[in-house]
């Protein structure tokens, strides 16, 4: 990473170097163009005002004038003086853009590639009274001339940011990863204050998914432990039965008791592979389900009808209450919500005690709520018992039946119906449990 941050900045650094450079290169050529330009102007005027041009032999003249061409035009184009080039070699310039402007104008400027010198060339053009063209022109390479001449000062200075550059790379790259470093040793010490406040955010996100990934692979840890443990119990049951049975060990008069207790621990080890199964595809399943307009009254009546043979046998009396109501859930979930609720209120009720299931509205949201008057739960417990496996009284829930995962199942619907789930309970007096959606 350090590396790779490093070459990164460097690579910026050299980049910004070399933009600025030709910028600057850039910059300077158009100064120097616009500076030519004027000083061709100015000297191109102040020859035209001497009048020398206007005589009919003006060979006699003689400029010597450094890194200076002047050359003198007749309207017809034909070169009449030039103070670098033999005229008798030289082209008609009637065409050359410059001294076209010129007559057309009064003044005309280019830079080209001079056909006689071999070399780009600015050029600046006047005209005369007399209807003839004087034009001064000065040669380019005198600006490659000035670059080649700073060269080293540019490479020097060139090798030394580029130097320093990496230096600073490196010092920037040390001060941007070092936080995160010493925060990633010490993921889980909060006290571990950070150089730069911008990466508070970040950190306390990296840390809040650390402590989940911790939480959900604790929480997995747990429930293989007690999937094992849960599946293991009915198994051994069920396989010391069959052994004995097997091993002609239980009298006549034992084996139909022996078969009813292969058959219990039968059921619960099914029932409980089934929680598992519905659990793990609650786990999976998308927040967004197949939702259709239900009556809850209407479903709640089904479902206590369905219980009441059972809750005969606890000798449990269950009624359902209330006023029609109508929601936007699955069918499927909602049943299987009441189902849980009603049977561990049958489940966990005294002798003679009562389940009340009421549906109803109040401030405008639709509520199932799910009375008994059973055994109720104890505070310390409240908390933990939508936990999966987790059951107050262990040994009232393997008589009855009880896989300890009912409840979990019911909190996993309810937040797939962005539902609300309350519980009130007290030891002895019974439990209440309502879900407003």
Request: hydrophobic fraction near 40%; aromatic fraction near 6%; charge should be negative.
């Amino acid at each position: 990473m350090k590396r790779k941050i490093n070459y990164q900045l460097m690579g910026i650094a050299i980049l910004a170097i070399t933009i600025t450079l030709i910028s600057m290169l850039t910059i300077f050529y158009d100064v120097y163009k616009k500076q030519v330009k004027d000083d061709l102007s100015t000297i191109g005027r102040a020859l035209k005002y001497t009048g020398i041009f206007q005589s009919e032999h003006p060979g006699d003249y003689h400029f010597d004038m450094k890194n200076l061409r002047v050359t003198w035009i007749s309207q017809d184009g034909t070169v009449l003086y030039d103070n670098d080039a033999d005229i008798g070699t030289m082209a008609n310039h009637a065409r050359r853009p410059e001294i076209k402007e010129a007559l057309e104008k009064g003044e005309g400027e280019a830079v080209r590639k001079s056909e006689t010198l071999k070399k780009s060339t600015f050029y600046y053009a006047i005209a005369l009274d007399d209807g003839s063209v004087l034009r001064v022109a000065k040669e380019e390479d005198n600006l490659w001339s000035i670059i080649s001449s700073v060269v080293p000062i540019i490479a020097v200075t060139i090798v030394f940011m580029v130097i320093l550059c990496f230096i600073l790379a490196r010092v920037m790259t040390k001060s941007i990863v070092g936080p995160i470093e010493e925060m990633t040793g010490h993921i889980d010490d909060p006290s571990v204050s950070l150089v730069y406040k911008e990466l508070v955010p970040f950190v306390n996100m990296i840390r809040a998914q650390h402590t989940d990934i911790l939480k959900a692979a604790k929480m997995r840890q747990d429930f293989t432990a007690n999937v094992s443990h849960e599946l293991k119990t009915p198994l051994t049951a069920i396989s010391g039965y069959a052994e004995l049975m097997e091993n002609g060990m239980v009298g006549e008069s034992e084996i139909e008791d022996f078969s009813s207790k292969i058959r219990q621990n039968s059921e619960r080890l099914l029932s409980l592979i089934n929680d598992i199964i519905r659990l793990s595809e609650l786990d999976d399943m998308e927040e967004m389900v197949a939702l259709e307009t239900i009556d809850l009254k209407e479903m709640a009546e089904r479902c206590v009808e369905n219980l009441k043979v059972y809750a005969h046998k606890q000798d449990v009396a269950i009624v359902c209450m209330g006023v029609s109501v109508s929601i936007n859930a699955n069918r499927n979930m909602i049943a299987e919500l009441l189902d849980n609720l009603c049977n561990n209120a049958i489940r966990y009720n005294n002798r003679g005690g009562s389940v009340t299931v009421e549906t109803g509205v109040k401030k405008g949201h639709a509520f199932l709520r799910v009375k008994d008057t059973g055994i109720g739960i104890s505070k310390e417990h409240q908390s933990r018992v939508f936990e999966r496996f987790y059951r107050v009284d262990k040994s009232r829930s393997k008589q009855t039946g009880g896989t300890g995962l009912g409840l979990a199942i019911v909190k996993h619907i309810v937040a797939i119906h962005h539902a609300e789930l309350t519980l009130t309970s007290e030891e002895g007096r019974g439990t209440e449990i309502i879900v407003t959606f």
